[in-house]
């Protein structure tokens, strides 16, 4: 055995509730119950295999006894795999709390010893699937923020519930009556359940839905149903047309709309965003539970986005723009900037104004919305300008296709194409242009953008590490230039779009005091008011 | 005009960058023609008014070849501050960028080998910011060497944790 110490543990100590504690170093297992969970989880392959199997041996002429037998023979195989591997690392896991270091070691062939300080630890996190949390489980992983993606992060799978939230507050330093004390920033409620199908997944989610299907229908010898059944439907959408293409319309977009809703409720159910010292909490999830823990020092601001069918129904998302903020983690749903379910407008706004003041009390730059300054007509004109420029084009391309393609079909739809794409052309152009505005508050630059997507951003002014100034021949002969403010979180830059030449210079050289000004001349003729 | 501007920043490329780029420019736009004079030869039946319009193609390659250098030449510009680096460039669209001291994370200078024939450098000034990269271009390789080392040291010297 490669651990001495743990061979010595009486074993009694191993079928505890809680991590067994051995007392000379303080070096302790993971949650024992894990087994079960593996155990569970192996059914499902064991599903697998048992259907594969089966067809298999119905192809051979094998009788019913046959096979059952070699079904439950491979079943217990599986199973007993299974439980052997994970035996064997949670025997060889063992974690301990010093008062300097959080320690891991691990590895069935290679042996890891892994070690974080804890005053570097920034982030906490639980996750618990459905099956972890019937036994009581939770999977811990504690950060140190440093950078995203780089394996800093020491993952403990599982801990019993009770020991991973006395290691999430002993570490993040957490007293519980502070907790309750203050009152969470956001909660769910379930009437918001009516933004979800206000996405694009609703019109996407079936198609995907029976892409997902397909293959393993296939691998499990369904293979000539399924071409059956699509040559039918096939075969049904030719005749008819004029019943089948909306029927199926409709089928697509009451099954997305239903796939959206359970999405919306398995990611967002018990969703509550809370204010703990210097960091904020994020739980959610009905059947797999999520804590997450973003330490507000590496906040720079928040994000209101508004897809178009959301901003239809009066909803919108709010967003964090933090520093060192993972891509969206493999199986999850959400991705890890997002604060708050699609919400009502208005309350997404109370919510981003809390949030970007967070740690700094008293200072409510965004509330109620700041008035945002409109771009000049110019921008506007810009915009149709190019719509139109676009529209020809692409109606001149049609006319082209539709005189030397050979297939009627072209011919009958094309007229379709200086019909829409004007008018979805202008619409983006005029709605882009509306959108477009800027303010500059206490401690934030506000800047919004987007005709499909609307995006406000308000980012820390002492976020901003850098101007990008652009100014395109056509922006410079309609006075406009782009101002974009450089920064180490989110997306990198934020920009204000073309904004007025003067009022541009004017915004970025105010945001960040002392920065640009050295690299302006103002004209002394004109007297500035 | 606007009564705000921004001032062009005080210094220019090394003048030998306009050497270096226009070879550079030649071997990407001499092929370009030759290319096209020798395809009017030897695939058509060489009309008058095609040759024309070739042999202009032809010339407007080198031209801008020849040209494009000393106009860029006259844009790009640069400056460095106590307080931030400030550059200039782009012909049709102007772009200018500010980089303070105090997010500068990494100061590189680059050689290439034929960039070394004319004595030159490249360098860059790299913030926290994945867009905030400052590249001064076509530096006497001296001058680079010892700006790289002047800003590490202003870099140093200032306080903050760059991000």
């Not at chain 1, 398995?266 to 909490?281: A, F, I, Q």
């Not at chain 1, 004007?422 to 630059?445: D, I, T």
């Given at each position: 055995?490669?651990?001495?110490?743990?061979?010595?543990?009486?074993?009694?100590?191993?079928?505890?509730?809680?991590?067994?504690?051995?007392?000379?170093?303080?070096?302790?297992?993971?949650?024992?119950?894990?087994?079960?969970?593996?155990?569970?989880?192996?059914?499902?392959?064991?599903?697998?295999?048992?259907?594969?199997?089966?067809?298999?041996?119905?192809?051979?002429?094998?009788?019913?006894?046959?096979?059952?037998?070699?079904?439950?023979?491979?079943?217990?195989?599986?199973?007993?795999?299974?439980?052997?591997?994970?035996?064997?690392?949670?025997?060889?896991?063992?974690?301990?709390?010093?008062?300097?270091?959080?320690?891991?070691?691990?590895?069935?062939?290679?042996?890891?010893?892994?070690?974080?300080?804890?005053?570097?630890?920034?982030?906490?996190?639980?996750?618990?699937?459905?099956?972890?949390?019937?036994?009581?489980?939770?999977?811990?992983?504690?950060?140190?923020?440093?950078?995203?993606?780089?394996?800093?992060?020491?993952?403990?799978?599982?801990?019993?519930?009770?020991?991973?939230?006395?290691?999430?507050?002993?570490?993040?330093?957490?007293?519980?009556?502070?907790?309750?004390?203050?009152?969470?920033?956001?909660?769910?409620?379930?009437?918001?359940?009516?933004?979800?199908?206000?996405?694009?997944?609703?019109?996407?989610?079936?198609?995907?839905?029976?892409?997902?299907?397909?293959?393993?229908?296939?691998?499990?010898?369904?293979?000539?149903?399924?071409?059956?059944?699509?040559?039918?439907?096939?075969?049904?959408?030719?005749?008819?047309?004029?019943?089948?293409?909306?029927?199926?319309?409709?089928?697509?977009?009451?099954?997305?709309?239903?796939?959206?809703?359970?999405?919306?409720?398995?990611?967002?159910?018990?969703?509550?965003l809370e204010h703990e010292?210097?960091?904020?909490?994020?739980?959610?999830?009905?059947?797999?539970?999520?804590?997450?823990?973003?330490?507000?020092?590496?906040?720079?601001?928040?994000?209101?986005?508004?897809?178009?069918?959301?901003?239809?129904?009066?909803?919108?998302?709010?967003?964090?723009?933090?520093?060192?903020?993972?891509?969206?983690?493999?199986?999850?749903?959400?991705?890890?900037?997002?604060?708050?379910?699609?919400?009502p407008r208005d309350l997404?706004?109370?919510?981003?104004?809390?949030?970007?003041?967070?740690?700094?009390?008293?200072?409510?730059?965004?509330?109620?919305?700041?008035?945002?300054?409109?771009?000049?007509?110019?921008?506007?004109?810009?915009?149709?300008?190019?719509?139109?420029?676009?529209?020809?084009?692409?109606?001149?391309?049609?006319?082209?296709?539709?005189?030397?393609?050979?297939?009627?079909?072209?011919?009958?739809?094309?007229?379709?194409?200086?019909?829409?794409?004007?008018?979805?052309?202008?619409?983006?152009?005029?709605?882009?242009?509306?959108?477009?505005?800027?303010?500059?508050?206490?401690?934030?630059?506000?800047?919004?953008?987007?005709a499909v997507v609307r995006?406000?951003?308000?980012?820390?002014?002492?976020?901003?590490?850098?101007?990008?100034?652009?100014?395109?021949?056509?922006?410079?002969?309609?006075?406009?230039?782009?101002?974009?403010?450089?920064?180490?979180?989110?997306?990198?830059?934020?920009?204000?779009?073309?904004?007025?030449?003067?009022?541009?210079?004017?915004?970025?050289?105010?945001?960040?005091?002392?920065?640009?000004?050295?690299?302006?001349?103002?004209?002394?003729?004109?007297?500035?008011? | 005009?606007?009564?705000?501007?921004?001032?062009?920043?005080?210094?220019?490329?090394?003048?030998?960058?306009?050497?270096?780029?226009?070879?550079?420019?030649?071997?990407?736009?001499?092929?370009?023609?030759?290319?096209?004079?020798?395809?009017?030869?030897?695939?058509?039946?060489?009309?008058?008014?095609?040759?024309?319009?070739?042999?202009?193609?032809?010339?407007?390659?080198?031209?801008?070849?020849?040209?494009?250098?000393?106009?860029?030449?006259?844009?790009?510009?640069?400056?460095?501050?106590?307080?931030?680096?400030?550059?200039?460039?782009?012909?049709?669209?102007?772009?200018?960028?500010?980089?303070?001291?105090?997010?500068?994370?990494?100061?590189?200078?680059?050689?290439?080998?034929?960039?070394?024939?004319?004595?030159?450098?490249?360098?860059?000034?790299?913030?926290?910011?994945?867009?905030?990269?400052?590249?001064?271009?076509?530096?006497?390789?001296?001058?680079?060497?010892?700006?790289?080392?002047?800003?590490?040291?202003?870099?140093?010297?200032?306080?903050?944790?760059?991000?």
């Amino acid at each position: 055995m490669s651990e001495p110490d743990a061979g010595n543990l009486p074993a009694h100590h191993r079928d505890r509730q809680g991590p067994a504690l051995d007392a000379q170093s303080g070096w302790r297992r993971l949650a024992g119950r894990s087994l079960w969970v593996s155990g569970a989880k192996s059914l499902a392959l064991v599903a697998g295999a048992v259907a594969g199997l089966t067809r298999f041996l119905l192809g051979q002429d094998w009788r019913a006894g046959g096979i059952i037998a070699a079904c439950a023979g491979a079943a217990v195989l599986i199973v007993a795999a299974v439980l052997a591997y994970d035996l064997a690392r949670l025997r060889t896991t063992r974690w301990r709390l010093t008062p300097e270091r959080l320690e891991l070691r691990s590895g069935l062939t290679t042996r890891q010893h892994r070690s974080i300080p804890r005053d570097r630890v920034r982030s906490v996190d639980l996750r618990a699937d459905p099956i972890l949390r019937i036994f009581g489980l939770t999977v811990v992983k504690v950060g140190t923020g440093e950078h995203a993606g780089d394996h800093t992060e020491l993952t403990l799978d599982p801990l019993a519930r009770n020991d991973a939230e006395t290691l999430r507050r002993t570490l993040l330093h957490q007293d519980e009556e502070r907790e309750a004390r203050d009152g969470p920033l956001a909660e769910l409620r379930w009437s918001w359940i009516r933004y979800a199908p206000l996405s694009v997944w609703t019109f996407t989610a079936s198609a995907l839905v029976l892409g997902a299907l397909y293959k393993p229908l296939n691998a499990i010898g369904l293979k000539s149903v399924t071409s059956r059944a699509a040559s039918d439907l096939w075969g049904w959408i030719v005749e008819q047309p004029l019943t089948a293409v909306p029927l199926l319309l409709a089928v697509n977009l009451t099954v997305g709309a239903l796939g959206a809703t359970l999405l919306f409720a398995e990611s967002w159910g018990r969703y509550r965003l809370e204010h703990e010292p210097g960091r904020l909490r994020l739980r959610r999830g009905l059947l797999t539970t999520r804590s997450l823990t973003l330490e507000v020092r590496r906040l720079r601001g928040v994000e209101i986005s508004e897809p178009l069918l959301l901003r239809l129904g009066g909803g919108a998302r709010v967003k964090t723009v933090a520093t060192g903020l993972g891509e969206k983690a493999k199986n999850e749903t959400e991705d890890a900037a997002a604060l708050a379910p699609p919400l009502p407008r208005d309350l997404a706004w109370r919510l981003a104004a809390e949030v970007a003041s967070a740690g700094v009390p008293g200072s409510r730059v965004l509330s109620g919305g700041t008035a945002l300054i409109p771009h000049p007509r110019a921008a506007r004109r810009r915009r149709v300008v190019r719509a139109s420029l676009a529209t020809a084009l692409l109606a001149a391309a049609a006319g082209v296709a539709s005189s030397l393609a050979p297939w009627p079909w072209v011919r009958a739809w094309v007229w379709l194409i200086p019909v829409v794409v004007p008018a979805a052309g202008m619409w983006g152009a005029v709605e882009g242009a509306r959108n477009l505005g800027h303010a500059l508050g206490a401690r934030h630059l506000v800047s919004r953008k987007g005709a499909v997507v609307r995006q406000t951003v308000a980012l820390d002014r002492k976020g901003i590490s850098g101007w990008t100034i652009t100014e395109s021949y056509f922006q410079r002969r309609s006075g406009l230039l782009t101002v974009s403010a450089t920064t180490s979180a989110g997306r990198g830059h934020y920009e204000v779009v073309d904004v007025g030449h003067e009022t541009g210079l004017e915004l970025a050289s105010r945001a960040v005091p002392g920065l640009l000004e050295p690299f302006l001349v103002r004209g002394k003729t004109v007297a500035k008011q | 005009m606007s009564a705000t501007m921004l001032r062009p920043p005080r210094n220019q490329a090394d003048p030998r960058v306009i050497p270096w780029w226009t070879v550079q420019w030649l071997l990407l736009m001499a092929p370009l023609a030759v290319a096209a004079v020798a395809a009017y030869w030897i695939f058509t039946e060489r009309p008058l008014w095609l040759g024309a319009a070739v042999a202009a193609f032809a010339v407007a390659c080198v031209v801008l070849a020849l040209v494009a250098p000393r106009a860029y030449y006259r844009v790009e510009r640069w400056e460095v501050t106590g307080e931030a680096v400030y550059t200039r460039k782009g012909w049709l669209t102007h772009t200018w960028r500010v980089a303070p001291m105090s997010r500068i994370q990494r100061v590189d200078t680059a050689r290439g080998p034929v960039q070394r024939l004319f004595g030159l450098a490249d360098v860059t000034v790299t913030t926290a910011s994945s867009a905030g990269a400052v590249k001064i271009e076509g530096l006497d390789h001296e001058v680079a060497a010892e700006l790289a080392e002047r800003l590490t040291a202003i870099t140093q010297a200032t306080p903050g944790d760059a991000t």
